[in-house]
Structure formats: C-alpha cells, structure tokens
C-alpha cells in the first residue's frame, strides 16, 4: 500500500472512516459463501458497526460441460480427444503460421462466431471414432447451467472472502473488534475455515509492535550516545531512570484528558525517551564537573548541582511545555490529529522533571557510593596475593 495511505492511517485519531475487515478463509467456495453471510448478519448487529459488506458478489451465468466418460471410453475416445475438439471449435486452435515479407502471422483454426454462441453449438462439432464414426460433441457430454465467482482471491493458498464496514463516530477500532470477536466467538466453523481480522486493525497491531521496538532501540541508542559522552557506564544508567518516572505523568495525563492509547500516544513515548534525559544529562554532567574542578564529594556535588541547575531545567520544562499546550488542547487546523502525541510529552515532561530532581541525585549518590565500594574490594582482592606472595 502506498506511504500515503499508511500515514494516514497512522494519525488518524479512531472511528468514522477506519475499516474493520474479517477474512473468512477455506477451500470449500459454496460453503464460504453461506458463512459470509452468517459472519454479515452478525457484524450488523454489533452496536457502531455500520454499513457492513461481504465482498463476494453473485457470480456470473455459466454453462458447464461435464464429460460422460463411460460414453466416451465404450466409443474408444478419449477425454482429451472431446476436449481438443470442443477447443478447437470454439476457441480456436494453432494451425500454423503464414509468411509474408519477411513477417509471420499465426493461423487459427475456429468455427465461425454464428456458430459457435451457445452450447446448442456443439451438435454441430463432431469428433471422429477409430471406426471411422463421426458422433456429435453434444452427445458426449452432459450440460449444466450455473453462476460462476466472477474472482477469486486466495492468502497462504487459501480461498478468502472478505466482509468489510465502517465504524460509526466515535467507535474506538479496539472495541469494535473485540465487540465482533464476541459476536463470532459461538459460531461453529466447519473443517478448513477460518476467521482472521485484517485491515486497520491488522496495521494497528503491526504498527504499535513496530513502535515497541522503535522504544527499545532508543533506549539503547541513547545510553550508547550517553556512554560515549560520559565515558562511563553508570552515570547513563542513572540519567536513563528518568525514562521510567515519565510514565508517572503519562498514565494521569492520558486517564484525565480521555485519551487512548494509540498511535499518536505511542510516538509521543519515542519522544519522551529523547526529550526527558535532557534534564538528567544538564544535572549529572554538572555533578561531575563541580567534583573534578572543585573536588567536591559526591553528597555536596550533588547538592550544589541540584541548586545551580534548578533554574535551567525549569526554564527548559516551561517552554517545551507551554509550547505543547496548545496543539494538546487540539487548537489550530488539524492539531485534534496530534493531540494525543502532544499530552504524552508534557504529561510525561512535567512528571519527569520533577522527579529528575529528588531521584537522579539520589541515584547518583548510591551508584558512585557503591561503584567506590566495589573498586575498593576488587582492589582489596587483588592485592592480597601479592602481599602473601611477598
């Protein structure tokens, strides 16, 4: 599908033009018509499920030609002879090629299209008997009127009928699934068939699962970044704690403005996770340097960064927050789309800094205590051999 068709998908906020679709998958083509219908009568009587469909439509008028084989064996014939004589006669057949100028033009072979319109045609196609007989096509085969799939479309080989609708205002595209989950979930499918849920609420699943990796990989991008700035291992582990506590303000957030977890809320997370470090990186990498220039310890470092850096992260939260408000409110022309993106980030903004301040120092303090405790026993251990040893 195209890109543009899947960001459209992707921040569209849920109800009105979102499509449900259930794929009935089976062999037995008759058989998965009659369900189709079933599954329909169902869906429409699912509260917010409108304009419900089954893709399938009334095949076309047909006419079937079955082979009376006991006939055509006592006849000494063959299926095949009946067939290439029926093929020849109505749809023609290659006889050869005729060559004019140094260009060839192929030659087919065929009744003329007056006689050849119905399947009364085919007393007028004869096929020879090894006797020499010449015994009519129409007698040899049996004909049987009927409607055929005008298509049929097939997943991982299977034959799939697909029945769509729409969703009224409103209809978050979860409930609604799950609403025709219960529907169907009584209705006995014979062997070989299958319900499987597609369209949006497919791209849905993939695109959160997409995005659940898209997290992973930041954090792990972003520690790597803060490693190589730090040039340690445990100053990033204590900046990456307030990934976490932006969870705090995001909950609440979402709970209090009504907003769901969807698309929009997920990419608003892969924000957060380089947004909110900011605050921790400004107050560890001041720690550090008051205890390398001023030799300061790591209580009183922490202390003194947590009182020179208060200003600054503050004036950092404020304006990123209060440049939010507006498109979280839903005001100018299509903000309502990236509501929901723009409440995660202040929610969890807000949350984050104010625990930055009272938890990274904290962790800090403990991390450096117990790294210094852990250097001092390595070195402890170490040198006890040699000390013996002399």
């Known amino acids: 599908q195209s890109g543009l068709w899947m960001l459209r998908r992707l921040f569209s906020s849920g109800g009105g033009d979102e499509e449900v679709e259930v794929e009935l998958r089976g062999y037995d083509l008759d058989r998965g ?142 409930d609604a699934v799950r609403s025709i989950q219960a529907a169907l979930s009584d209705m006995t499918l014979p062997p070989g068939f299958s319900i499987v849920y597609g369209g949006a609420w497919r791209e849905q699943e993939e695109a959160e699962r997409d995005f659940l990796i898209a997290i992973v990989m930041a954090v792990l991008l972003v520690y790597m970044v803060l490693a190589g700035q730090f040039e340690r291992f445990v100053d990033p582990l204590v900046v990456m704690a307030s990934v976490p506590a932006a969870v705090i303000g995001v909950a609440p957030t979402l709970l209090v403005t009504g907003t769901t977890l969807n698309v929009q809320s997920v990419m608003g997370m892969v924000m957060l996770v380089g947004i909110v470090v900011n605050n921790a990186i400004v107050l560890v990498d001041y720690v550090n340097l008051q205890r390398r220039d001023a030799g300061l310890a790591p209580v009183d470092a922490v202390m003194e960064a947590a009182r020179s850096r208060l200003r600054p992260i503050l004036m950092t939260t404020s304006t990123t927050v209060l440049a939010l408000i507006p498109l979280a409110l839903g005001w100018g022309a299509g903000a309502g789309l990236q509501a929901a993106l723009a409440r995660v980030v202040v929610g969890g903004l807000v949350a984050s800094s104010l625990v930055t301040l009272f938890l990274v120092p904290a962790l800090y303090v403990e991390a450096t205590l117990r790294t210094a405790a852990l250097r001092e026993a390595l070195r402890r251990r170490v040198g006890e051999p040699a000390a013996t040893a002399s």
């Open 33 to 174: 018509v009659q369900l189709a219908s079933e599954i329909r009568r169902r869906m429409e009587r699912v509260a917010g499920v409108v304009e419900v469909d089954v893709t399938e439509r009334e095949g076309r008028l047909e006419e079937n030609l079955h082979f009376r084989r006991d006939r055509i064996y006592n006849l000494g014939l063959s299926v095949e002879q009946v067939g290439r004589a029926v093929q020849t006669s109505v749809g023609g057949s290659r006889a050869g090629y005729f060559r004019q100028d140094g260009e060839q033009f192929p030659i087919t072979v065929r009744l003329r299209p007056e006689d050849r319109q119905t399947a009364s045609d085919l007393s007028g196609v004869a096929v020879k008997t090894p006797e020499g007989q010449m015994i009519p096509v129409s007698s040899l085969v049996d004909r049987q009127r009927d409607r055929g799939p005008t298509n049929i479309r097939h997943i991982d080989g299977q034959r799939v009928q697909f029945i769509t609708a729409n969703l009224e205002d409103g209809v978050p595209l979860g």
